[in-house]
Nanobody, 122 residues
Framework: QVQLVESGGGLVQAGGSLRLSCAAS????????MGWFRQAPGKEREFVAG????????YYTQSVKGRFTISRDNAKNTVYLQMNSLRPEDTALYSC???????????????WGQGTQVTVSS
């Protein structure tokens, strides 16, 4: 089993920045592909960014390319999502997810955190 705990959400003005963290515990997280998802009220959950267990490859949904950066520190069992130039439409509950390194890095994901709220004011 893997436990995921997100942190770093909050309220920020449009154009501002936040860095989300996802700390993994339990099964060795170094061999997990990780992803960030978000869900806004009344909308379906959407993939935001993903990263291979090695950190060698990253993936982004089109709307965040050039603004968000996913990274990981396997020594700390932590994945980060640096979010810059935030927009009101980025407002959502952000959750991290994990799947085996042998699995598809774009999902499906086996483990999920509870999420951290990001609110961007205009």
């Amino acid at each position: 089993q893997v436990q995921l705990v997100e942190s770093g959400g909050g309220l920020v003005q449009a154009g501002g920045s936040l860095r989300l963290s996802c700390a993994a515990s339990g099964r060795t997280s170094s061999y997990l592909n990780m992803g960030w998802f978000r869900q806004a009220p009344g909308k379906e959950r959407e993939f935001v960014a993903g990263i291979l267990w090695s950190g060698a490859t990253t993936y982004y949904t089109q709307s965040v390319k050039g603004r968000f950066t996913i990274s990981r520190d396997n020594a700390k069992n932590t994945v980060y999502l640096q979010m810059n130039s935030l927009r009101p439409e980025d407002t959502a509950l952000y959750s991290c997810a994990a799947t085996s390194a042998s699995g598809n890095p774009l999902g499906p994901f086996d483990y999920w955190g509870q999420g951290t709220q990001v609110t961007v004011s205009s």
